[in-house]
């Protein structure tokens, strides 16, 4: 059977958020589907032969292509019922703010922007958005810094005088702000990652501070390895 169906789209690949733009999808298989699921909702295996024989605990389940609700999952596992199926991705290419050039699909597929889940509660199917995490390594580290340093800011050991002290608060308000200036990249999109500005540098003075600290001390570190490991 050849059925036609509408999806809608998301209003960015891999952004969260579905728009109101629909794409059109052609299901060309066989009438009906049959598929393996666990009693949990674990999918085992779509698109069995007639004589295939299930063995417990895996149940035999069917999709029924000519069912509006049924649809876009036999369109989503039709490459295990038509061998001759093919989806051809057109791109165009997107040049970014850094000049790298991303390959941005145009005519993405049904599971190129859902992926298929199961709902124990309605023991159905359902399609979710496929979104990637954003983030930003700059600003990762810069607030990991600020985070590890921030625990100075109380110290009353000898070394971190007054003017220790205000030195680090630059410290720490100048790794802010780099953080603030680096936000969340869609990170697939670039092959070298941006920065913004310069990550700042720990100030000598409580480098020197943090020296100078007792051996036992609790907040006593390597400033050397801190730096280079985060």
């Known amino acids: 059977m050849i059925s036609t169906f509408t999806y809608p789209l998301p209003v960015e690949q891999y952004v969260a958020g579905i728009g109101t733009t629909v794409a059109t999808y052609t299901y060309d298989g066989p009438s009906t589907i049959d598929y393996t699921i666990s009693a949990s909702g674990e999918r085992a295996e779509f698109?069995?032969?007639?004589?295939?024989?299930?063995?417990?605990?895996?149940?035999?389940?069917?999709?029924?292509?000519?069912?509006?609700?049924?649809?876009?999952?036999?369109?989503?596992?039709?490459?295990?019922?038509?061998?001759?199926?093919?989806w051809v991705p057109q791109h165009k290419n997107v040049t970014m703010d850094n000049g790298d050039v991303y390959h941005e699909v145009t005519n993405p597929n049904l599971n190129d922007n859902y992926q298929v889940k199961y709902n124990d509660n309605t023991q159905w199917f359902y399609l979710e958005q496929i979104v990637k995490p954003q983030n930003n390594i700059n600003r990762d580290k810069a607030l990991e810094r600020k985070e590890l340093f921030s625990q100075y800011k109380s110290e009353s050991y000898k070394t971190f005088t007054t003017a220790v002290k205000n030195d680090l608060q630059t410290y720490l308000d100048a790794l802010q702000a780099f953080a603030d200036a680096n936000g969340n990249l869609k990170n697939w999109k670039y092959i070298n990652k941006p920065k913004v500005g310069t990550m700042p540098t720990l100030p000598d003075s409580v480098k020197n501070a943090i020296d100078n600290l007792p051996n036992t001390h609790e907040l006593h570190i390597s400033i050397l390895d801190q730096e280079e490991g985060i």
């Open 47 to 86: 698109g069995l032969e007639p004589d295939h024989v299930v063995e417990p605990p895996l149940l035999k389940r069917t999709l029924n292509c000519g069912l509006a609700s049924h649809l876009p999952y036999c369109y989503y596992y039709m490459d295990t019922v038509n061998d001759d199926y093919e």
